[in-house]
């Protein structure tokens, strides 16, 4: 599937070519603090498919692992824009959020769900609006 996407300012844009059946989701510790969220959400794909334009400003964090992982985001306004190996990446996974066609690409795997936030699956009794409320 081709897909298109970017940051919230425009600064950095991308083309890609992924295997929707890939899309995920990382309850991760590490990942709810760098979203400010429950979790991140991902699709990854292979160098050869990734065609990005800009400059990415890149955060190297350690894993629980021990493996050092390259986030990237735009330096303008900080959109989260894909995460790597830090050194000569074969594949980025790219966060779901900056890819337009989001709403095609539903979560196939949970990962780090040891992580997840008690509440997560819960949200269907919590109420619900189309905008924000008056």
């Known amino acids: 599937m081709r897909v298109d996407g970017g940051c919230h300012c425009g600064k ?4 890609a070519d992924i295997d929707p059946d890939k899309a995920g ?3 991760c510790t590490d990942c ?15 160098k050869e498919n990734f065609r990005l334009r800009g400059e990415p400003r890149v955060y190297v964090k350690t894993a629980e692992s021990g493996n050092r992982r390259a986030q990237a985001f735009c330096p303008e306004c ?3 824009i894909y995460a790597s190996a830090e050194k000569d990446p074969l594949v980025f996974n790219l966060r779901l959020g900056t890819v337009r ?6 979560p196939r795997v949970q990962l780090w769900c040891r992580s997840a936030l008690p509440w997560v699956n819960g949200l269907s009794s919590v109420p619900q609006h189309a905008k924000q409320p008056k």
């Open 12 to 15: 950095i844009t991308y083309e």
């Open 32 to 46: 709810q603090t760098l979203t400010s969220s429950a979790f991140s959400l991902f699709v990854p794909v292979p």
């Open 25 to 27: 989701l990382c309850h």
């Open 78 to 80: 900080g959109t989260r």
């Open 101 to 106: 066609q989001r709403a095609a690409l539903s």
